[in-house]
């Protein structure tokens, strides 16, 4: 089972900034690609009692686990963090491969693969890096930004110790803040009097996951809202649809006939009628402890694991992406038919750049990515996101998002019509909408009632509309990325860099190392010295090659989808430790690590189970394993060999090595291998 190991904070901090002094990125995101502020453009919009500078989020999932996933998705434009779903049983395995992108979007994977206190110091993490950021100006003109938990999946579970000390802390992460504060290393210490948030989150996301039964889920939320007192959403299921409505849209308009959902799921979740009684309670309940409820639409959908990616153990697979949008909104707009604009509703759901102006436009807040996050380009994706919204603000004239809303679908003169203004405020509202004016002022006190109406009408229009879009279709994605017939090797490959952004836990990276054809011996221990011969030879063809760092790749096969080659990188390229503890802790794992000792750096590599060890000792290299330890010129392995060997030592594994580590190592080398070089500790 693999196990994802944090990032110490202060190797964090030292990659973060020196790779954005030094190559303008920081987690192999381009700066250009980090989003600010449009001037003349307000795209803030309330959440609870707190204002988030844009409605965008990433969904809790494999984008909000670790700090270095929360502050790239802060760069990409987040400003509603949704953190990846805690719960009790902290020590789950997850399949792998858990997650499969080829098509639509579909994983195995459901809460966090950290402990209970690893996720909470995490989440503290990632409020640290974006306050450090923002203290640096990135991210300018947006940085009013929001935390909202996730928790499941069961009241026994919640209300556990553990996880109520996970909702405790992050109320008050004082003891977190200033244990992390001073772990600020030396270069950066200017920010360790920053003003650090103790409180990170006083809202929540319940994911109340597939077979939540209504009577669990309505105490759930009244022990947040009560006892822990919390904002809380309520995430729902797609089944709500029943089994009629979602086949009719998932089958007969859509055409995925090979998408399975069974029976099952529509027998154990909540029904409709159960969750319109449910949340009319909620609602009271919350405002009578002056709480907010909200409800979130929607949670993946639970299908047949019938494609063969995931281990047949798994009976079930969740559903995201393309399909996942129609049936989303489908019920937002069935939700704002029964409730109006009564309570908040939150969305995730086949989010894409196409769309995510459509989603803002109906009010919905905050709008939250994943899957699309996991496609080419990742991150970067977000950029573009941001683009198309202000693209579409522009040609509606509207300079906020509560105006961008009233506008956005073509309904504000419908919705006005059922408000019952005097004639004269209504002439004046529809005279704003002709010339472009605004209209806020010429609403008055009735522009939120309007803005509602507004949202209503939009919802079921707009759920209309997606039934009829082809690019939500099975034909339209039905076509996995292309495969070229090539296997790849250690060394080399297309070095295309797909791999790099659409991890995202940042674990893959690059490198440089030099090229050419660097010959292997084979030495010999004879009574005369020893003999050398020539056995094989290593080459590398291209400077730039690709890596993995092992402590956050979960191996969950996303980067081996993508690849054009065939093999994985994250199994077949170099994989890198960041301590010597959590190499130890993989023994199953090939792979190396990197550690500064008293004459250099030096490096510890697995190969098949066997480790050996290579060290820089100025124009010569100590080179040990089982039955063997020497020094050599690595230059002229003849001229003088020290030590002893019980017998012959090929040195394939010395010439795999060197290179690699005089790459990762290297003065200008940017990675958490380097950052970690970069703290000045050696292990024995």
């Known amino acids: 089972?693999?196990?994802?190991?944090?990032?110490?904070?202060?190797?964090?901090?030292?990659?973060?900034?020196?790779?954005?002094?030094?190559?303008?990125?920081?987690?192999?995101?381009?700066?250009?690609?980090?989003?600010?502020?449009?001037?003349?453009?307000?795209?803030?919009?309330a959440f609870g009692d707190r204002r988030a500078a844009t409605p965008f989020g990433p969904a809790a999932g494999p984008h909000t686990q670790m700090a270095q996933n929360i502050a790239l998705s802060w760069l990409a434009g987040g400003r509603v963090i949704e953190c990846k779903t805690v719960q009790v049983n902290d020590a789950i395995e997850v399949p792998r491969p858990c997650i499969d992108m080829a098509t639509v979007g579909f994983n195995v994977e459901w809460s966090q693969e950290l402990t209970v206190a690893q996720s909470l110091e995490e989440y503290v993490k990632g409020a640290m890096l974006i306050e450090m950021l923002k203290a640096s100006g990135v991210g300018a003109g947006l940085g009013d930004t929001v935390f909202d938990m996730s928790v499941g999946y069961d009241l026994a579970g919640i209300r556990s110790a553990k996880v109520r000390g996970f909702l405790d802390g992050m109320l008050d992460a004082t003891t977190v803040v200033e244990s992390l504060r001073a772990q600020i290393p030396a270069p950066?210490?200017?920010?360790?009097?920053?003003?650090?948030?103790?409180?990170?989150?006083?809202?929540?996301?319940?994911?109340?996951?597939?077979?939540?039964?209504?009577?669990?889920?309505?105490?759930?939320?009244?022990?947040?809202?009560?006892?822990?007192?919390?904002?809380?959403?309520?995430?729902?299921?797609?089944?709500?649809?029943?089994?009629?409505?979602?086949?009719?849209?998932?089958?007969?308009?859509?055409?995925?006939?090979?998408?399975?959902?069974?029976?099952?799921?529509?027998?154990?979740?909540?029904?409709?009628?159960?969750?319109?009684?449910?949340?009319?309670?909620?609602?009271?309940?919350?405002?009578?402890?002056?709480?907010?409820?909200?409800?979130?639409?929607s949670n993946t959908l639970v299908v047949e694991n019938n494609r063969g990616v995931f281990p047949a153990s798994e009976p079930l697979m969740y559903l995201s992406g393309p399909p996942l949008h129609p049936l989303a909104i489908a019920l937002v707009a069935r939700f704002?038919?029964?409730?109006?604009?009564?309570?908040?509703?939150?969305?995730?759901?086949?989010?894409?750049?196409?769309?995510?102006?459509?989603?803002?436009?109906?009010?919905?807040?905050?709008?939250?990515?994943?899957?699309?996050?996991?496609?080419?380009?990742?991150?970067?994706?977000?950029?573009?996101?941001?683009?198309?919204?202000?693209?579409r603000m522009d040609a509606a004239g509207a300079k906020d998002i509560d105006a961008f809303v009233l506008?956005?679908?073509?309904?504000?003169?419908?919705?006005?019509?059922?408000?019952?203004?005097?004639?004269?405020?209504?002439?004046?509202?529809?005279?704003?909408?002709?010339?472009?004016?605004?209209?806020?002022?010429?609403?008055?006190?009735?522009?939120?009632a309007w803005l509602s109406a507004a949202r209503v009408l939009n919802s079921a229009v707009y759920a209309e509309r997606v039934l009829a879009d082809r690019r939500y279709g099975a034909a339209e994605n039905a076509t996995p990325?292309?495969?070229?017939?090539?296997?790849?090797?250690?060394?080399?490959?297309?070095?295309?860099?797909?791999?790099?952004?659409?991890?995202?836990?940042?674990?893959?990276?690059?490198?440089?190392?030099?090229?050419?054809?660097?010959?292997?011996?084979?030495?010999?221990?004879?009574?005369?010295?020893?003999?050398?011969?020539?056995?094989?030879?290593?080459?590398?063809?291209?400077?730039?090659?690709i890596g993995a760092f092992a402590d956050v790749c979960n191996e969950c096969g996303h980067c081996d989808v993508l690849c054009p080659e065939d093999g994985g990188p994250f199994r077949t390229k170099p994989l890198f430790f960041g301590s010597r503890a959590t190499f130890e802790a993989a023994p199953e794992r090939d792979g190396f690590v990197v550690e500064q000792g008293s004459g250099g750096a030096r490096m510890l590599g697995r190969f098949g189970g066997d480790v050996v060890r290579i060290e820089r000792m100025g124009e010569r290299v100590r080179f040990?394993?089982?039955?063997?330890?020497?020094?050599?010129?690595?230059?002229?392995?003849?001229?003088?060999?020290?030590?002893?060997?019980?017998?012959?030592?090929?040195?394939?594994?010395?010439?795999?090595?060197?290179?690699?580590?005089?790459?990762?190592?290297?003065?200008?080398?940017?990675?958490?291998?380097?950052?970690?070089?970069?703290?000045?500790?050696?292990?024995?």
């Not at 109006?340 to 939250?368: H, M, Q």
């Not at 408000?419 to 609403?443: F, I, N, Q, S, T």
């Not at 990276?509 to 010959?519: D, I, L, M």
């Open 1 to 45: 089972m693999v196990q994802l190991a944090p990032v110490p904070f202060d190797v964090l901090i030292g990659r973060m900034f020196r790779e954005l002094d030094e190559k303008r990125s920081i987690f192999d995101l381009p700066a250009q690609r980090f989003v600010e502020a449009t001037p003349g453009r307000d795209l803030s919009v």
């Open 336 to 391: 704002r038919g029964v409730f109006g604009d009564r309570l908040p509703v939150s969305f995730s759901g086949g989010i894409d750049e196409g769309n995510f102006a459509d989603a803002v436009g109906l009010g919905l807040k905050p709008v939250t990515v994943c899957s699309d996050f996991l496609k080419f380009g990742g991150y970067r994706r977000g950029w573009r996101y941001f683009g198309a919204l202000v693209k």
């Open 624 to 684: 040990s394993g089982a039955g063997f330890d020497l020094t050599l010129d690595p230059f002229d392995v003849a001229a003088e060999v020290g030590g002893a060997a019980d017998g012959p030592v090929d040195l394939t594994r010395l010439r795999i090595m060197l290179p690699i580590l005089d790459a990762v190592a290297a003065p200008g080398a940017v990675n958490y291998v380097s950052a970690a070089l970069g703290r000045g500790t050696a292990e024995g």
């Open 481 to 545: 990325p292309k495969k070229i017939g090539s296997v790849l090797v250690l060394f080399d490959c297309l070095t295309c860099d797909k791999c790099i952004p659409v991890c995202p836990n940042d674990a893959n990276f690059s490198f440089s190392v030099k090229v050419g054809e660097t010959p292997v011996e084979r030495l010999t221990p004879t009574d005369a010295g020893w003999t050398v011969d020539v056995v094989g030879v290593v080459k590398v063809k291209k400077p730039h090659q």
């Open 188 to 297: 950066f210490e200017t920010f360790r009097d920053l003003p650090f948030p103790a409180r990170i989150s006083d809202s929540l996301t319940l994911s109340t996951f597939h077979g939540c039964p209504p009577n669990e889920i309505e105490a759930i939320v009244e022990h947040l809202i009560g006892e822990v007192g919390l904002d809380v959403v309520i995430k729902l299921n797609p089944t709500l649809l029943g089994r009629e409505a979602l086949d009719a849209i998932l089958r007969d308009r859509l055409g995925y006939s090979d998408i399975v959902v069974p029976e099952r799921a529509f027998a154990e979740d909540a029904t409709w009628d159960e969750v319109v009684a449910i949340v009319e309670r909620l609602d009271a309940f919350a405002a009578a402890r002056g709480r907010s409820l909200g409800v979130k639409f």
């Open 407 to 448: 506008k956005a679908h073509g309904q504000a003169e419908a919705a006005l019509e059922g408000l019952g203004l005097p004639e004269a405020r209504a002439a004046a509202c529809r005279a704003a909408l002709a010339a472009g004016g605004d209209p806020r002022a010429a609403a008055g006190e009735a522009f939120p």
